[in-house]
């Protein structure tokens, strides 16, 4: 076995936002030669994705690499949700080496757990990176030590405990040994650092050809890419290779095309030597987490093990009376060929055919992940029902089990009597309290279940200052049942258009999601009924013109401003009878059965 000391591959990982995206935009545009490798330096350069962007979080791992005194650093950006752990579960399999990010103000946040476990499993030395210490009130020091008390929480080898340290700035692009910005000038000890303790990558000089596929990625011209490392061999343009699928399958295949990063781009090559990060091309039928190998000496790797699904939604054709208005797509079959399109590079997502042809059970790791794919569905033109998430149950030894999540609260100290009431009612057994400088922090073990719909709940007691983030913890037995949903709806008892008048009548009964002149039919949900139960309000009746005039004709009411409901919005909202209606122009709430007649009709 040799090492490669030309070479690192490193993945970088945080907690949503604490300025991972930001500090690689740094490490880019500060390595050598970088702009003359791009045209459009930009922020947020490794947030390609529009959804990124506007979110302000990475969904998508992301490849780019830097060149620094000789040595070629492959970077790898990761996920820092939960939710899109399927994708950092198969970054750690590609690279030697981590950069942990935490806030010097925050310290080490719920998904920095979930990421670091994941490093830490793999054995990858790590570098800590103490960020954001230009903020007024960072306190590195503090995270330092908070840092220090996660890693040996986690089970971290003595080894890995003790982890170099750099204090960086990352918006202004400087980094150094010491917590002080008065010392620093640029992003230079970061580098010095990566290539002092990231180990280069481990060759077996005498194993065949191995490659993994960690990640697809499609080009117009080339195909369907795949996108590994590189274990051992030499892998080269138009060589015969034997790809080997997750069930063992074996099939002789030609490499069209071998590129490796340079910058942000793929470049072509004619050949990779082993420890490279590399894009193959020519396999239309490849997919992740299988085995490119020698087709004389064949060896396959081991595969990539991905936590189950705990979340599971019914995706199924748009049938309301407004249906094809909006969508390009709107078939079963253009449904069904979509979900199975985003297997092949999503490998945590699962879809399922059901007795009816036009629905399917999709199951992913959260409601962000399945939301986020909802999300590019409709931008892409699709149109679809979705129904109210719910969790995944197991049966072991006859017992029942489900998904348990940690859950962690960061809210101003007067809202913590509030927090507390509302986990309770949802079955959260509270494991930690602290109050830092007026903000409470709770950590909560809580039922999956107990978490769907919590979120308008969480954000209307706290003000909208509350944070909330959670973390899988596993299953456990069953807790128990939930206390009853007190959730009304307004519904619409008439279709047209809605009307001021009619939606006076509505408001005075809870709060709207519509406004005036906006299309309704029936069984479409307008408001959110102040009491439990539904209520059906003809929203568009009109007021019936006379030549009478009315005492109060001074008198002028006005309508509220509606409450608009974002996709997240919709699916914390909806009850087990209703569904969340998405077009590319519109997201709508609407029962399953339309009318109040088809609705009783299932009540019996």
């Known amino acids: 076995m040799s090492i490669r000391s030309d070479l690192r591959n490193i993945a970088i990982i945080a907690h949503v936002d604490h300025g991972k995206t930001t500090l690689v935009d740094a490490l880019l545009k500060q390595s ?204 080269a343009k138009g060589s015969r290779v034997l790809h080997i699928d997750r069930t063992g399958a074996q099939k002789p295949t030609t490499i069209s095309a071998v590129m490796l990063f340079d910058g942000l781009k793929r470049i072509d090559a004619q050949e990779a030597t082993a420890g490279e990060i590399v894009a193959i091309a020519g396999i239309p039928d490849i997919s992740i987490g299988e085995t490119i190998t020698d087709i004389e000496k064949p060896l396959a790797l081991p595969p990539i093990h991905i936590d189950e699904p705990t979340i599971k939604m019914m995706f199924g054709v748009n049938t309301s009376p407004f249906m094809g208005q909006d969508g390009e797509y709107t078939t079963s079959r253009n449904l069904r060929e979509r979900l199975f399109k985003e297997l092949d590079t999503d490998v945590a997502l699962h879809v399922e055919d059901t007795a009816t042809p036009e629905k399917f059970i999709v199951s992913g790791r959260g409601e962000l992940h399945l939301s986020i794919l909802i999300e590019k569905m409709r931008r892409e033109g699709y149109e679809l029902e979705v129904s109210k998430p719910q969790v995944i149950f197991k049966e072991e030894n006859g017992n029942k089990q489900e998904p348990m999540e940690l859950v962690s609260f960061e809210v101003p100290e007067q809202y913590s009597g509030t927090v507390i009431e509302l986990m309770g009612k949802r079955l959260g057994v509270m494991k930690d309290m602290r109050v830092d400088r007026g903000v409470a922090f709770f950590d909560f073990v809580i039922p999956t279940r107990g978490l769907i719909g919590i979120r308008n709940s969480f954000m209307t007691a706290t003000r909208g200052q509350g944070i909330m983030n959670s973390l899988f913890l596993g299953y456990e037995s069953y807790k128990g049942d939930l206390p009853p949903d007190s959730h009304g709806s307004i519904i619409a008892s008439e279709s047209g258009t809605s009307n001021s008048y009619g939606l006076m009548t509505a408001q005075g009964r809870g709060e709207l999601f519509i406004g005036a002149a906006v299309p309704v039919y029936e069984g479409m949900v307008v408001g959110q009924n102040a009491k439990s139960g539904d209520i059906p309000v003809n929203v568009c009746k009109t007021k019936e013109l006379s030549n009478m005039r009315s005492k109060n004709q001074g008198i002028q009411e006005t309508l509220d401003v509606p409450r608009t409901l974002s996709l997240e919005d919709a699916l914390d909202y909806i009850g087990d009878d209703e569904l969340v209606e998405i077009t590319p122009l519109n997201i709508r709430i609407r029962k399953m059965y339309l009318t109040e007649l088809d609705r009783k009709r299932s009540q019996r």
């Open 32 to 235: 050598e030669d970088f702009k003359l490798k791009t045209d459009d330096v930009k922020e947020l350069i490794m947030d390609s994705n529009e959804l990124e962007r506007e979110r302000g979080i990475t969904i998508f791992s992301k490849n780019a690499s830097i060149h620094y005194q000789g040595t070629k650093i492959n970077i790898v950006d990761t996920p820092g949700h939960a939710d899109f752990g399927g994708e950092v579960e198969r970054i750690m399999r590609m690279v030697d080496g981590v950069l942990l990010l935490v806030d010097a103000k925050e310290g080490p946040m719920p998904q920095t757990k979930f990421v670091l476990r994941k490093a830490i499993q793999a054995g990858h030395k790590i570098i800590v990176v103490v960020n954001k210490i230009d903020k007024p009130d960072a306190r590195p020091l503090w995270a330092l030590d908070k840092t220090f008390d996660l890693f040996i929480e986690l089970g971290a080898s003595e080894e890995q405990a003790n982890f170099p340290v750099i204090y960086a700035a990352g918006s202004l692009g400087k980094a150094g040994l010491e917590p002080d910005l008065t010392t620093m000038q640029n992003v230079e000890p970061l580098f010095h650092a990566i290539i002092k303790y990231i180990p280069g990558p481990s060759i077996h000089d005498d194993t065949p050809l191995q490659m993994l596929t960690v990640n697809l990625v499609y080009d117009n011209y080339k195909g369907k890419i795949a996108v590994g490392r590189l274990y051992a061999g030499t892998l």
